[in-house]
């Protein structure tokens, strides 16, 4: 492929991504015809793609090396009937020579390509000397034989790897190619891809939303499984956030656009998961490494076979030249090589399916080795968002609705967390803020407003002590509700305490089973960071079952707290929204981002990007991981084991040429259909 581009006039970037089978690249408009760019693309395997989509492998009946590979194996059978008839010598020597050549087209083609212009010394060109060697040395039919199985599996090999693209390409087949847009009064439709910032679309019931929008008009429920994970519909009303791919439920919505199709979320975690599929992890690289040393070897190691026996010990030279072609085929390192790249794939594709977007194979080895997890409190444990927890009247004279009102009321004129967390509980329970008047903030304490001609206060159990009232019934109340991670507000006016609102960032509804899942993985310990305070710190963590947890950490000190975890356990995976927790991050050996969806910050900073809000997707991580290792040991193992068997075999003599070949090409189908459970979710 870069040969074929190689001095194209205007081109600037050339990116290929073997594992996605595609290819991106930048060119200067202004230097670059076009429309000879497209048919050089063409030409090479990669026609230019509109809009989401992946190259397939074509029908067998019109792929070049299928057709090749069934006419070789006619004519190796064409060969082996005659042969045993009455027909001429010469015919069946024909048949066979022509299937070697029409056979070993492709493979040898690669083998002399990859031998010229990069030096290196395949698979391909162990096969290619075996079958020439074979042929030379009279063995027309078992060179034919060589030759028609390996390139049939070279041939199908394309078609089981497209397999673990199909988490890819379900993905991309989520979002539509048409969008109906408003535009001039008008609804049109467009090919989604020419979607722009701005656009306003219509989403009609149960139709995929074509990119990333905010609802303008309209309710609905949507599911956001394909992007996120999350399994439940999610109820979403107007200033509400969509996303691409999500599908929409029962309500027709108006969208306008946030990202082009291009940017939106589900083309972003494509991109990234086709660049992570490149991303190589250190056993990966380690076999590549090795395969490139070890064909060399087994090349040399051949010819030292067929020639030191007979110079030395006097052997007979066809035999120990033929054990030495058995030695080449059976000593290729096919299985071996492939046994982690193809599991690998499987495995970012379906982590991706499911909401667990992982950057790449050494980020999948490092969640696997994970020993110890330090979590952020706000927005990973906890919502991030604070609620009203608890109510309390204490006033005879002034009823909980009216006390309620006036505490919202003043809040209304505060844009607080605790504030906005007052007003949405008044919402909840239909009261509506009173009008109040002559409005003060105190600073670090509260506010006073005047309602129904008395003064009026909102604030800490400070404030009110500082008024003189006594709290001495309610203090013990108040503590416990603190300890209990809580923040206490007050109201009441000059002469009386009406009430107390008992605030607190609330917990997800399945951090506490999150952490036992993990404590039953055996991560040990799980420890929370947070920059808040002891007492809240102590009563969250409590409430959820972590092991340890240090408070009031600025983000330099998650940094120090996260290396010297790593000192102690070993490998750490810190747990934050990839905004704030950046630095954390980066220093553990997996940074990981929870609710990544639509947030760019967080997809770009974090090694694993966990899409929904969804501790749980952390456990399904590890647990992925874990099994791509299990599954890529399993293969790597029956590789090895294969290729000692045949090598002793091939060596002993106790192995013909066709019986190598298929002990070669069947673990290497075993192993593609290994690598393949991690398909499975």
């Not at 030279?317 to 790249?341: G, K, N, Q």
């Not at 750490?572 to 981002?593: I, K, R, T, Y």
């Not at 673990?667 to 979710?681: H, N, W």
Request: charged share 20%; with cysteine; proline share 4%.
């Amino acid at each position: 492929m870069k040969r074929s581009l190689d001095g194209f006039p205007g081109l600037l970037d050339l990116a290929i991504y073997p594992k996605s089978a595609k290819v991106v690249l930048t060119y200067d408009s202004s230097q670059t015809d076009e429309a000879a760019l497209r048919e050089t693309l063409a030409s090479s395997g990669f026609p230019p793609a509109k809009g989401l989509s992946m190259p397939e492998q074509p029908k067998p009946w019109r792929n070049l090396k299928v057709i090749a590979s069934v006419t070789s194996g006619v004519l190796l059978l064409a060969g082996f009937l005659l042969g045993i008839t009455a027909a001429p010598e010469l015919l069946p020597k024909l048949l066979y020579i022509t299937a070697i050549l029409i056979g070993g087209y492709y493979f040898g083609r690669e083998a002399i390509e990859a031998l010229i212009f990069q030096r290196e010394i395949g698979i391909e060109l162990l096969m290619t000397v075996a079958a020439v060697v074979a042929a030379v040395m009279g063995q027309l039919g078992e060179a034919a034989m060589l030759v028609f199985l390996y390139s049939i599996s070279e041939a199908v090999e394309g078609y089981t790897e497209e397999k673990t693209r199909s988490a890819v390409r379900a993905l991309m087949e989520l979002a539509p190619s048409i969008a109906l847009v408003k535009r001039d009064g008008r609804e049109t439709e467009i090919p989604a891809e020419e979607l722009v910032v701005g656009d306003v679309f219509v989403v009609k019931p149960g139709g995929s939303i074509p990119t990333d929008g905010v609802i303008i008009a309209g309710f609905t429920t949507v599911d956001e499984s394909p992007v996120t994970g999350e399994s439940a519909p999610v109820e979403k009303k107007p200033g509400d956030q969509v996303f691409a791919g999500s599908i929409n439920g029962s309500g027709a919505i108006e969208v306008r656009a946030t990202k082009a199709f291009a940017d939106n979320t589900i083309s972003r975690i494509i991109q990234m998961v086709e660049e992570a599929q490149e991303r190589k992890g250190k056993s990966q690289r380690f076999i590549e490494r090795f395969g490139k040393r070890y064909s060399p070897l087994v090349l040399l190691a051949g010819a030292l076979i067929a020639v030191l026996p007979p110079l030395l010990m006097g052997g007979d030279w066809i035999m120990w030249i033929t054990r030495a072609t058995v030695f080449i085929v059976a000593a290729a390192p096919c299985a071996l090589v492939i046994s982690i790249p193809i599991t690998l794939v499987a495995t970012l594709g379906t982590g991706a399916r499911n909401g667990v977007l992982i950057k790449g194979g050494v980020y999948v080895e490092e969640l696997a080795r994970v020993k110890v997890v330090a979590l952020d409190k706000t927005g990973t444990l906890t919502k991030g968002q604070p609620e009203v927890t608890k109510v309390i009247s204490f006033s005879q004279s002034v009823p909980q609705e009216n006390w309620l009102a006036v505490a919202a009321g003043v809040e209304a004129r505060s844009e607080h967390p605790l504030a906005r967390a007052i007003l949405r509980y008044a919402r909840t329970q239909n009261i509506h803020p009173a009008e109040v008047s002559d409005f003060q903030a105190l600073a670090g304490a509260g506010a006073q407003t005047t309602w129904r001609g008395r003064r009026v206060f909102v604030g800490s159990p400070a404030l009110f002590q500082k008024l003189g009232h006594a709290l001495d019934d309610a203090t013990a109340m108040i503590r416990r509700l603190q300890d209990e991670g809580n923040t206490v507000i007050l109201a009441g006016d000059e002469a009386d305490v009406w009430g107390v609102i008992a605030i607190r960032d609330a917990i997800r509804e399945n951090a506490a089973r999150a952490i036992s899942h993990l404590h039953e993985l055996g991560i040990h310990p799980v420890v929370m960071l947070t920059g808040d305070n002891e007492r809240t710190a102590a009563a969250i963590a409590r409430e959820v079952g972590v092991d340890a947890h240090h408070a009031g950490l600025l983000p330099e000190d998650k940094v120090a707290k996260v290396r010297e975890l790593s000192q102690q356990y070993g490998h750490v995976a810190m747990v934050g929204d990839g905004v704030n927790d950046a630095p954390a991050l980066a220093e553990a050996a997996v940074g990981v981002a929870m609710g990544a969806a639509g947030t760019d910050v967080a997809l770009e900073t974090a090694d694993v990007a966990l899409m929904a809000d969804d501790l749980e997707k952390l456990v399904y991580a590890l647990k992925l991981a874990r099994r791509n290792q299990r599954v890529a040991g399993q293969n790597i193992v029956l590789a090895a084991v294969v290729i000692t068997v045949l090598v002793i075999g091939a060596v002993a003599g106790a192995f013909t040429l066709p019986i190598a070949v298929l002990g070669h090409e069947i673990s290497e189908f075993v192993v593609i259909a290994s690598g393949l459970r991690m398909m499975k979710s």
